[in-house]
């Protein structure tokens, strides 16, 4: 069975090529001035970005249960 922090770590890898593109388009979209395309891309990026601290935070919640654990 894979273990839950594996699976985070999967589900990472992807929001952060998405991020990385996000962050190359919202560029090309400042540079050209395109106000409505800039908004669309913020929004993007920060919907992504709450889901990559939402995944870090579940990975620090099973740090401390493990280090609960141990103690």
Known sequence: MTS???QIQQKLKPLYE???RVGT???K???AN???TIE???RVWKA???EIVALHDETYEINDKEKLMKS
Do not use: H, P
Request: charged share 40%.
């Open 4 to 6: 839950r922090r594996y």
């Open 40 to 42: 669309i891309w913020e």
């Open 48 to 50: 992504v970005t709450n």
């Open 29 to 31: 979209a400042k540079e």
């Open 18 to 20: 998405i991020r990385t």
């Open 25 to 27: 388009q919202f560029g």
């Open 34 to 36: 395109d106000t409505e």
